[in-house]
């Protein structure tokens, strides 16, 4: 059975940080490229940060650029996403996402609210 499941979401004031984690397993993870993707409320999801299989490529959206970084445990199966300087703006459902050529699968997602 797959499963991918996001911990560390929470609630911090701008400026503070947060690692998220999303632990996977039922599928060769080390083979699949991961996302971490964001929702916020009334807006369209939108992918944040890419890692390549090896961990050897990474991708960041413009507005996260600088401020998160997305890394993996292929011995751990586990994907991260360090969050530093967070803003208003970046309060969103935080979604896991594993991806091949062939096969998707998502995570339930993790709050991360950003308020003073």
């Known amino acids: 059975q797959v499963q991918l499941v996001e911990s560390g979401g929470g609630s911090v004031q701008p400026g503070g940080s947060l690692r998220l984690s999303c632990a996977a397993s039922g599928f060769t993870f080390s083979t699949y490229y991961m996302n971490w993707h964001r929702q916020a409320p009334g807006k369209e999801r939108e992918s944040v940060a890419a890692?390549?299989?090896?961990?050897?490529?990474?991708n960041y959206a413009d507005s996260v650029k600088g401020r998160f970084t997305i890394s993996r445990d292929n011995v751990k199966r586990t994907v991260y996403l360090q969050m530093n300087s967070l803003k208003p703006e970046d309060t969103a459902v935080y979604y896991c996402?594993?991806?091949?050529?062939?096969?998707?699968?998502w995570g339930q997602g993790t709050q991360v609210t950003v308020s003073s």
């Open positions: 996402n594993a991806y091949s050529q062939t096969r998707a699968y």
């Open positions: 890692i390549s299989s090896t961990g050897g490529s990474t």
